[in-house]
């Protein structure tokens, strides 16, 4: 088991930032890829970023890429998501998840193993 824990959400004007972090308990960080994922009011979850379990390789979702950046700290157990010159349609609960070890990374939220509870995140206009 991997117990994943979100920290750093809030309420933010449009053109502010946030960092999210997600710590991990349990069984070896850096043997999982991670990601992040948001749910939208009255939408379903939404792939944000992904990193590969060296923290070497990234991907974004369109939406994202150039304002969001994942990064993870294997020492600490820990990953991270930047998130600059936020938007309203940014406003989302936002979950970070361990990728099933088959897969180096994914965009896929069923190759995901392990889930946080989810932090909101608000960006008002």
């Known amino acids: 088991q991997v117990q994943l824990v979100e920290s750093g959400g809030g309420l933010v004007q449009t053109g502010g930032s946030l960092r999210l972090s997600c710590a991990a308990s349990?069984?070896?960080?850096?043997?999982?890829?991670m990601g992040w994922f948001r749910q939208p009011p009255g939408k379903e979850r939404e792939f944000v970023a992904t990193i590969t379990k060296d923290g070497l390789t990234t991907t974004y979702a369109d939406s994202t890429k150039g304002r969001f950046t994942i990064s993870r700290d294997n020492a600490k157990n820990t990953v991270y998501l930047q998130m600059n010159s936020l938007k309203p349609d940014d406003t989302a609960v936002y979950f970070c998840?361990?990728?099933?070890?088959?897969?180096?990374?994914?965009?896929?939220?069923?190759?995901?193993?392990?889930w946080g509870q989810g932090t909101q995140v608000t960006v008002s206009s």
């Open positions: 349990g069984r070896t960080f850096s043997n999982y890829a």
């Open positions: 998840g361990a990728v099933s070890p088959t897969f180096e990374m994914s965009r896929r939220d069923s190759d995901y193993a392990y």
